[in-house]
T-cell receptor, first 113, second 114 residues
């Protein structure tokens, strides 16, 4: 099992560019979520999904879109990158009771210039 | 909004037992309690999860009193490598809790000294 795989690990964008952060899990987990973590801060929930075809907003959804066409994949799209979106992004998955994250990816470090 | 409150930081020494308490006064009937460990530049790592009383695994114990309004993560005989940020998470998005069940608090920065 690879667990939760995030790509890319690092990315630098210019303001206004768009991109997609990829997240894939091979554990057949129903629940997936995206977080961002700024320096010295805790994790803030961006979007989450309780199954294929179902997504919902978290605490800080503005500027981000998600889709869940398959159980395995949960990409996060930045529509028009802004410097305020410079952060480390983590994807997580879970199958369990409470649906709280059990596995996190290694993160994508994103810088917006 | 996060449903939990933890101390911002704690210090201890190698070989000691460390207890980190999390308050969750508004815990709902179906909510579970989960603890995570995070090292710098890494994603959080699941440590332990429980619903009531006591849960133990190879790395930690989780104590939950009968009223479930708090929980305590116990780390036996800590070492320098246990220096990390520890988060507790409370909720269950399947029971209508929505994003609250996935919203982390600020965590506890545990520093272990020699």
């Amino acid at each position: 099992n690879a667990g939760v795989t995030q790509t890319p690990k690092f990315q630098v964008l210019k303001t206004g560019q768009s991109m997609t952060l990829q997240c894939a899990q091979d554990m057949n987990h129903e629940y997936m979520s995206w977080y961002r973590q700024d320096p010295g801060m805790g994790l803030r929930l961006i979007h989450y999904s309780v199954g294929a075809g179902i997504t919902d907003q978290g605490e800080v959804p503005n500027g981000y879109n998600v889709s869940r066409s398959t159980t395995e994949d949960f990409p996060l799209r930045l529509l028009s990158a802004a410097p305020s979106q410079t952060s480390v992004y983590f994807c997580a998955s879970s199958y369990s009771i409470g649906a709280q994250p059990q596995h996190f990816g290694d993160g994508t470090r994103l810088s917006i210039l | 909004l996060a449903k939990t409150t933890q101390p911002i930081s704690m210090d201890s020494y190698e070989g000691q037992e460390v207890n980190i308490t999390c308050s969750h006064n508004n815990i709902a009937t179906n909510d579970y309690i989960t603890w995570y460990q995070q090292f710098p530049s890494q994603g959080p790592r699941f440590i332990i999860q429980g619903y009531k009383t006591k849960v133990t695994n190879e790395v930690a114990s989780l104590f939950i009193p009968a009223d479930r309004k708090s929980s305590t993560l116990s780390l036996p005989r800590v070492s320098l490598s246990d220096t990390a940020v520890y988060y507790c998470l409370v909720g269950d998005i399947r029971s209508g809790g929505g994003a609250d069940g996935l919203t982390f608090g600020k965590g506890t920065h545990l520093i272990i000294q020699p």
